[in-house]
């Protein structure tokens, strides 16, 4: 098993997803049971779905100097970055290590494709129209390249695009950079947007839902996409205390299917192991675990298997209900909720769910709780078997 990690606090985050721009409209959406979930109106062509949608970002566009990088995901990321102060922190973090050590990691599982989907339906005896000829928005890095623009951060700078998983795997390579001494701080997170690619993609696996998706309900049929930005800002706890931490993190390859979790939840059940080492603890120690529970068929019969490792007193709940499935930025912002859930004393219920299957009944929460969290987990489970899972405590907790 890996060795114990030194916690990392967690100086700064934000959240921007169907359910509102910043922190307030999360908590407040988790403490009512509010979710953001509304008929599609956003595909090129009709599809009869929900999707979690942010509004606005069609009336946002990059500011002047940043013009090159315009696309409907970096837009979403700059709407994140306003959010909280976060920019504020991030020039804190640069300030006081300087630009070199403060590391860019970010996930993402379509980055600015829409736009690419956009220059090819307008092609032009085989150019793109001249306002889409710009490289820069048309690969994988176009986030990070974008976000490092914005913040001036030079440090390294990686995209992880592991499906699902991408943007909780990001908050694994930020302590590692950390503990290297490779960086004096990391801002993680994620951002995904909607597109025709993901849309139609999913439907045509037979994977969306014509209802709000209901994850771990007896009768689910299927995802809701959303879209959403959530960023973290990463420091060591020496340098800068916080009441927050990220304190294990665990992360498994079963390679089972590329669309099929493994039957036993060998991966995931890997990944959760390597989170509780790296933490110190053990599953009597979790007060919450918010589920990956994207309201598949498989992916919630498997995932709610894996709750008979804990104990009965530990409550469990996927938000996908509230946000839709957000793809490459679900690792991001259900961490940013666990990290909710510790901070406001609040176990989010698992929206849409009204027969919940009765492997995950003694753990699943069907309502808002007040109760106070001091360790919760989040689950990201991705395609291929890409697997992660993040452990976050309030400061004091011990093992």
Known sequence: MPARIQPLAITAMSATSALGRGLGPHVDALRSGGGGLRANDFSCAPLDCFIGRVGGIEHAPLPAQHA??????????????????????????????????????????????????????????????AGLRRPQIHTPHSLAGFVAAATGITGPALTISTACSSSAKVFASAERLLRLGLADAALVGGVDTLCDSVLFGFNSLDLVSRLPCRPFDVQRDGISIGEAAAFALLERVDAAPAALRLIGYGEASDAHHMSTPHPDGRGALAALDDALARAGIDTDAVGYINLHGTATVKNDEIEAKTLSRFPAHTRASSTKGFTGHTLGAAGALEAVIALLAIEHGLVPPNLGCSEPIADAVPWLALRPEARRVDVAISNSFGFGGNNACLAFARAGVSA
């Open 68 to 129: 090159g990088w315009e696309c409907r995901n970096n837009r979403l990321a700059w709407l994140g970055l306003q959010q909280e102060g976060l920019m504020e922190a991030i020039a804190g973090a640069v300030a006081r290590y300087g630009s070199t050590r403060v590391a860019l990691l970010l996930g993402t599982s379509t980055a600015s494709i829409g736009d690419t989907e956009l220059a090819y339906r307008g092609l032009d005896h085989a150019h793109f129209p």
